[in-house]
């Protein structure tokens, strides 16, 4: 029954997701045929996947309703997380109870999980529960390619939306936080005297307290490829169980010398202790996950009437996601289930290691096994590679394994004799310093490395077949040592697509409530714009790049925050060849003024600046916006920044026909994109660049109507997430977009979004 279950749990997972119409009738009618035909198994199976489906389903079902978006609410509740972020906490609170103040408003009572803000907030600690006047939204995240998404992660994490915390009236604490024996353990670690970093990395190894880690100390993980290490997994729960196994079998022997291999109740103790532990850690989904597959793989060992391997493997697998079936859209999951089934099948059939040697030569072989499989699922799931992972993991694994988690481990056991507990902490701190400084080394050596988008996916296929080929059993090694022949030169010689000269790429970023624009050509790259900042400090450009890319011109339109929030973060993180800006901007770095009548050319495709004058510092900020037209290929971009229509009308003789994609000036505002710009250009495409339910009511439903009677297709950021272009290039087609939505089209011109403002 293992893989029909798991089969049967992924199906009904899945079919939760995609929600078709008449499931509930068919399902019905399936289980009804397995009840006529006296199939129990299958009837048995049915409701499996009916659990399953049900679970998304309500999942789905208590997203917050789209009519109780930017209303207050008032909600009751208990701290999960509570995460200090200097002028603002950030809560992760678990509801149970919600309404609306005004009763006329729909109901509120399937929320379960929800995300706050809350600025100012006083003193708060997960555990406490709380009555708190809100302000919600569904959970939705900026859509832009190859980046991090956020409404992903929301959904896989449960929680059905996100939102701030209202002033007036206060929040109110309604409970203390209880006295968890995690909360205790980790009040009693911050009394000891250790180093920030010891600290930090026993909270995270040995109590699951990943939030103590820095951001820098995640930088680090994620660049030598061993992030797994601090998370609580298979390897710390299973060295506590083997841990107490060991000890129990011992007293067994004691016990009864005849009969100690007979025993079941140290088999009983050890499954005890990893169920103990994993609560200990929060049983929170990885350490969950660890939990069950640590005590199939105990049943699994016993030998007694126990399932094979494979059997185990399928059968934690269906168990895990039956649990929770959101798991199966966290990454983590299918990381550690490829590494324990790549652990199974290279040792299935082979004798114990024995000595040191042995040992030794098991683990460089597992190693450098696993590397190339787990860095082709590491690239799919989040599109880098470590390249000292593979080294650096033979080394830390047997490091945290072996040293630091029995090191923190024992110093928990011994907290009554004070002595021994800062003994081995103590040696916890210099192995852990150690580890610190290696990984360190190895990243300044070999940094994290990026690859671009488009050699991802042949990237991963290659590393995964060079795995397969040596795991797999049977292979002759002439076919195994010629198969690697042939893949380490072919991935060395992947490289990105080349754009051909006279050709742009034109990308419209997701970014909110905001315009970053990125121009792309075969060896120059340009923004128009970098974005906005929001009050919490946070800008949507640090999501889009890792850090170290290289801009050769960065066009800020205007000094408001809108557009240029971005500025002070592309300055610090990234190579920025210039800054170009109007006369008499704020943008907080040093810039030359972007003026009309300036020129350049750049792989053939030509730049010019139609706005502002020299004589415009008495303009507004908005009416002095840089104006640009990118012309490729005798097709063109105009980009209007935030001007309003008397300066539209202004350089509007200046602007060269046809216009192919116009970005509408000022997000889609009323103020902007007047007649008389839309009947003279006649532009084939216009993208509003605007925040999703943004409270500007942008795009404005006359500018839309305007641009609809022209006959232009019609696409926005908000609905579309980010919006991809090519210029002078044959073939490429129409606009791309991230959210596809396939009953918005049909509108203009048939292939085009109808796109409709929101108010």
Known sequence: MAIPLAVTVLSGTGLGWLAPS??????????????????????????????????????????????????????????????DEGRQARLLVSVDECRAVEEARLPCDTLRRVRLSYFQAPPMAPGERWAMAVRLRPPAGFANPDTFDYGAWLWREGIQATGYVRSDPSARRLQEAGGSVRQLALEHLDERHLSPEAARWLAALTLGAGERLTREDWDLLNASGTTHLVVISGLHVGLVA????????????????????????????????AVGYAWLAGLQPPAMRAMIMTLIGLWVASGRHAPGSWQGWWLALGIVVLIDPLSAWRPGLWLSFIAVALLILIWQGRVRPRGIRGWGWA???????????????????????????????????????????????????????????ALCWWLFEWIVLILIGMLEFAVIRLPLWWPSPDVVVPLALMLALLALLWALPGIAVVLRTGGSLLLLPAMLGVTGSDMEPGTLRVRVQDVGQGQLVELRSASYRLLYDTGPRFSSGFAPLAALWPAGQHFDTVLVSHDDLDHAGGVPLLAE?????????????????????????????????????????????????????????????GERLLIT??????????????????????????????????????????????????????SFAHPHDEVIRRFRRAGSCQWSTALDGAVTAWLGEIGKGPLHTIRAKPWLRGGVEGGCHAVESPH
Request: aromatic content about 6%.
């Open 242 to 273: 083997a841990f107490s196994l060991l000890v129990a079998r011992g007293v067994a022997r004691l016990v009864a010398p005849g009969r100690w291999r007979l025993a079941v109740w140290p088999w009983w103790l050890a499954g005890a202790a």
């Open 22 to 83: 008449g499931l509930v009738e068919l399902w019905a009618l399936g289980t009804l045929l397995l009840l006529a035909r006296g199939s129990w198994r299958g009837v048995a199976l049915a409701l499996v996947m009916a659990l399953a489906a049900g679970q998304v389903l309500m999942a789905r079902g208590a997203v917050l309703p789209l009519g109780l978006l930017g209303t207050d609410l008032l909600i009751e509740g208990r701290l999960e997380s509570v995460e």
């Open 573 to 633: 993180a990234h190579h920025v060849g210039e800054f170009l800006a109007p006369p008499g901007s704020e943008i907080d770095v040093p810039f030359a003024p972007c003026l009309r009548g300036q020129h350049w050319e750049r792989d053939g495709v030509l730049y010019r600046v139609l706005w502002p004058p020299e004589q415009a510092t008495e303009l507004s900020s908005n009416d002095r916006s840089c104006v640009l037209e990118v012309t490729a290929g």
């Open 641 to 694: 920044g935030d001007v309003g229509r008397e300066v539209e009308r202004a350089f509007l003789q200046d602007v060269q026909r046809p216009v192919t994609i116009l970005v509408a000036g000022h997000h889609g505002s009323r103020t902007s994109s007047g007649p008389q710009l839309v009947q003279s250009l006649l532009p084939r495409h216009v993208i509003y660049s605007a925040g999703h339910h943004n």
């Open 363 to 421: 683990l460089v072989r597992t190693q450098m096994l696993l590397a190339p499989l787990m860095a082709a699922a590491v690239l799919i799931a989040f599109a880098r590679l470590a390249p000292s992972a593979p080294l650096v993991n033979l080394v830390a694994v047997p490091m945290v394994s072996s040293l630091l988690v029995p090191l923190g481990l024992l110093g928990w056991l011994f907290s009554p004799l004070a002595p021994l507990s």
